[in-house]
């Protein structure tokens, strides 16, 4: 039986995330997604003397975020007594691969195995690589499932399994690097379609399943990895996190990871919001409008991207259009359409070619950019269908929300 939670406040969030961590007999902890202090503390646990502890952090830092390696055995630099005791205590492994999709057009789908950690059985997440002329996109999860209940959602019908651990959201960004030959001395693989030069994995959205800011302290452990000038190196302006709209933590966001923000809106007045995005119930258009215009950094160059997905009857007229200019006025803002991706049993249907572009004129006129975000890697999509329904741990309607929020997505960077 899954187990299934619903969340309802931020103590029992923190419960969760607390109880995500706890592992299994035997399980080995993963030096992966620990911060410096807690790697020091890990190898004066495996008995290296206190002077040491600073220079050897550095050692695993650059072996395992910048040359990439998932075995203590290639850490050349490294003692051999010490490579085995840490081999003992900890591991650095990749996930489980459960499958790899590629699209004709490039986009690579991951699913991914992690174990239980309190949640009764292994969860399995899908993170997607979406390549485009000069940037490479990563869209990675934060939680197997959502508390949330959007109702153009399909993974709204999901309730959470678990929070993933700092080590999970950070391994997804590893794997596909390593998968992608992004790392020194990793060759890319034959016919990939990736950026024609710079790094393969440019740009990273917390977009995936789940709602990230429900996981923060995961979350901004794993961004805070990313963006480290000696590891990875991610520059923050090139890290978006998208959210549902949750108000303290898009505040703490701004203060405490410094990334961009996505918000995903979807709708312009109170009541229609109530019920597209639920949490709108909560922190209200103008709440959240509020924490978007005190988002630190924000520019022209530093623009809040607003997602909005094109329902048919719904949210697409133009007094809608209209409303939403007057919304964003004095916020540097770009909005991202995405025409629906309808889904069985899906109340909605997706906006007429026409009003959508009616919609986006209105926007550009008023001198917002509003790209339409074209679907990536439908025919993987397709094929996916069927991976699903072979798998037991997530049920089919499972997998089809956590596609529909990946390709049709939260927005871009
Ligand atoms: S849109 Fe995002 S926050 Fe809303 S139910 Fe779907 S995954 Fe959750």
């Given at each position: 039986m899954p187990v299934t939670i619903d969340l309802k406040d931020a103590e029992t969030r923190d419960a969760l995330a607390a109880r995500a961590v706890s592992r299994a007999p035997g399980e080995k902890p993963s030096l992966i997604g620990m911060s410096r202090e807690e790697m020091g503390e890990a190898l004066g646990e495996a008995g290296v003397k206190d002077r040491q502890i600073k220079m050897r952090v550095q050692q695993l830092w650059h072996w395992l975020?910048?040359?990439?390696v998932s075995d203590f055995a290639q850490m050349l630099n490294v003692s051999k007594d010490l490579?085995?005791?840490?081999?003992?205590?900890?591991?650095?492994a990749r996930p489980e691969i459960?499958?790899?999709?590629?699209?004709?057009d490039g986009t690579r789908k991951w699913l991914l195995r992690f174990p239980p950690r309190g949640a009764g059985k292994p969860v399995e997440i899908e993170t997607v690589y979406i390549p485009e002329e000069g940037r490479g996109t990563l869209c990675i999860s934060s939680q197997v499932g959502c508390t949330l209940t959007c109702s153009f959602c399909h993974t709204g019908t999901q309730k959470l399994v678990r929070n993933l651990t700092a080590e999970e959201i950070l391994s997804q960004l590893l794997l596909a690097r390593d998968r992608l030959g992004d790392f020194p001395d990793k060759d890319t693989p034959q016919g990939a379609i990736v950026p024609g030069e710079g790094r393969k994995v440019s740009n990273i959205v917390m977009m995936g399943m789940g709602e990230p800011l429900y996981n923060f302290d995961n979350v901004k452990k794993a961004l805070l990895i990313a963006s480290d000038n000696e590891g990875l190196s991610l520059s923050r302006r090139r890290i978006t996190l998208s959210t549902s709209g949750?108000?303290?933590?898009?505040y703490r966001t701004g203060e405490e990871i410094g990334v961009m923000l996505a918000?995903?809106?979807?709708?312009?007045?109170?009541?229609?919001?109530?019920?597209?995005?639920?949490?709108n119930k909560k922190y209200p258009i103008e709440t959240l409008m509020q924490a978007c215009r005190d988002y630190p950094g924000l520019s022209n160059a530093r623009r809040i991207t607003f997602e909005y997905v094109m329902l048919k009857g719904v949210n697409d007229s133009l007094e809608d259009a209209r409303d939403l200019v007057r919304l964003l006025k004095g916020i540097p803002a770009k909005i991202n359409l995405i025409p629906f991706n309808p889904w069985p049993g899906s109340a909605y249907e997706c906006s007429d070619w026409e009003q959508i572009e009616v919609f986006a004129d209105f926007i550009n006129q008023a001198g917002y950019a509003s790209p339409i975000r074209t679907p990536r890697g439908r025919d993987i999509l397709a094929a996916c269908g069927q991976l699903k329904s072979e798998s037991e741990r997530l049920r089919k309607s499972e997998r089809l929300a956590l596609e529909a929020m990946m390709i049709a997505g939260h927005g871009e960077a």
């Open positions: 975020y910048v040359r990439g490579r085995a005791t840490l081999d003992e205590r900890y591991t650095i459960v499958d790899e999709q590629i699209s004709a949750v108000v303290p933590e898009i918000i995903s809106l979807h709708a312009v007045r109170d009541e229609l919001r109530n019920e597209l995005v639920p949490i």
